[in-house]
């Protein structure tokens, strides 16, 4: 087996990690594939590794997966009528989630939203609506997240001939 294809089927399985963290929010998806592919660059030959301007896409791709992530979650809140003290709550319950694990990285930004929009003076219906639009842009931000992490490792396939 040549060393080429050994590192071209090792970029292919990190890259499957990559995606994967698309949607787990405890890895950090579009970086892994980025990261994957700088590697992979460095360690063949030139001939066989994506182009640096190809990289330079790919990093622009992961700077917006991250500005869509934190922006989905904003406008969804806000869609549902959340005030600054909902937004706030969300932003520090995904905060503190990151670092209890993936089940609370799911429930604390909605339940901060849900709690700052208390703490604002809502009732709770209202301050459910902030809760429940903080789930949904959630949601959509991690398929989108998903859809850019796919993009980016068509993209390096493309860009980069099979060894076999």
């Known amino acids: 087996m040549s060393p080429d ?9 990190v890259m499957a990690i990559g995606l994967i963290g ?9 970086t892994i594939i ?3 592919a700088v590697v992979h660059r460095l360690v063949v030959s ?8 190809g990289i330079a896409g790919l990093a622009a791709l992961t700077l917006l997966s991250y500005g869509l992530e934190f ?7 806000k869609y549902f009528g959340a005030t600054r ?6 932003v520090i319950g995904g905060v503190l989630g990151i670092f ?5 990285l799911l429930v604390l930004p ?24 903080t789930l949904l842009g959630s949601l959509a931000g991690m398929i989108g997240k998903l859809a850019i992490g796919l993009a980016m490792v068509i993209w390096w396939l493309m860009a980069v001939p099979s060894p076999m």
Do not use: Q
């Open 85 to 90: 003290w909902g937004v706030a709550g969300a």
């Open 22 to 30: 698309t949607v787990l929010p405890v890895l950090p998806g579009t």
């Open 5 to 13: 294809l050994l590192w071209w089927f090792a970029a292919i399985v």
């Open 71 to 77: 922006a989905s979650s904003y406008f969804g809140a």
């Open 100 to 104: 209890t694990g993936f089940v609370t």
């Open 46 to 53: 030139p001939e066989e590794g994506m182009s640096w301007w």
């Open 110 to 133: 909605i339940a901060g939203a849900i709690l700052g929009e208390l703490i604002a003076g809502k009732r709770l219906i209202n301050a459910g609506k902030a809760g429940w639009g």
């Open 34 to 36: 980025l990261a994957t």
